[in-house]
């Protein structure tokens, strides 16, 4: 608030503001899209970070995932990485607007399905803006001869001798997604993925220039963290 109501009061004097920058330290406000949205508005940067679309994209999951797949297409069409493969993922349920869900679910539903009959049993739903950790839930879906057993993060069964898919549908939206994601407005949206078994998260820092110029400063084990 004060950062912008010094832009108002400078603005409103008639002075140019597009050679100034903003350098706001750590925390909530330099990792805060909209409020770099509206200071870029007035053609202000940010003097010590990423633009609001980065900040945009870093910390939102799904739309992470799916820029890093449009690089992991445009890699493997170049023949750069044979063998590169990403992960499978569905498009996002929003948390923050009720017009589109019923569309959403439906798509997230027909990407369970397809890797339902490729042979996939194991699967987790992961909050967009939550990281550490948080914002996921483990489930798997095994066939169980013309039926389908449900079960939980622990392994325990949520449902068994399930015969349709409208049923499991049902009970994934009532038992995981309402219970652990809807209600939670922290939440900003929720996308389906397979489940990777006995992986590592390991992380690579770099800091970027805005002229392209990259440094590379180190990893770490995130899988330590968790």
């Known amino acids: 608030e004060v950062i912008l109501d010094l832009l108002l009061k400078v603005t409103a004097l008639g002075l140019n503001v597009?050679?100034?920058?903003?350098?706001?330290?750590?925390?909530?406000?330099?990792?805060?899209?909209?409020?770099?949205?509206?200071?870029?508005?007035?053609?202000?940067?940010?003097?010590?970070?990423?633009?609001?679309?980065?900040?945009?994209?870093?910390?939102?999951?799904?739309?992470?995932?799916?820029?890093?797949?449009?690089?992991?297409?445009?890699?493997?069409?170049?023949?750069?990485?044979?063998?590169?493969?990403?992960?499978?993922?569905?498009?996002?349920?929003?948390?923050?607007?009720?017009?589109?869900?019923?569309?959403?679910?439906?798509?997230?539903?027909?990407?369970?399905?397809?890797?339902?009959?490729?042979?996939?049993?194991?699967?987790?739903?992961?909050?967009?803006?939550?990281?550490?950790?948080?914002?996921?839930?483990k489930f798997s879906l095994e066939k169980d001869g013309e039926n389908y057993i449900l079960k939980n993060e622990d392994d325990k069964i949520i449902e068994q001798n399930i015969s349709s898919k409208e049923s499991i549908q049902n009970l994934i939206k009532s038992k995981i997604l309402d219970e652990r994601f809807y209600k939670d407005q922290a939440i900003s949206g929720v996308a389906l993925q397979k489940n990777l078994e006995g992986t590592q998260h390991f992380e690579m820092q770099f800091i970027v220039d805005r002229e392209g110029l990259a440094l590379f400063v180190g990893g770490r084990n995130c899988s330590l963290q968790k």
């Open 18 to 137: 597009t050679k100034l920058g903003v350098a706001p330290g750590y925390g909530y406000v330099s990792e805060s899209a909209p409020f770099w949205q509206i200071i870029e508005a007035y053609g202000v940067k940010n003097a010590s970070g990423p633009n609001s679309r980065i900040i945009e994209l870093v910390g939102d999951k799904t739309e992470s995932a799916n820029m890093m797949q449009e690089v992991q297409d445009e890699i493997e069409n170049n023949g750069e990485v044979p063998g590169f493969k990403k992960i499978p993922q569905s498009t996002s349920i929003s948390n923050r607007s009720l017009d589109d869900r019923a569309n959403q679910e439906s798509s997230v539903f027909n990407f369970l399905w397809k890797q339902v009959e490729e042979g996939i049993t194991s699967f987790r739903f992961k909050a967009d803006n939550l990281g550490g950790g948080r914002g996921q839930y």
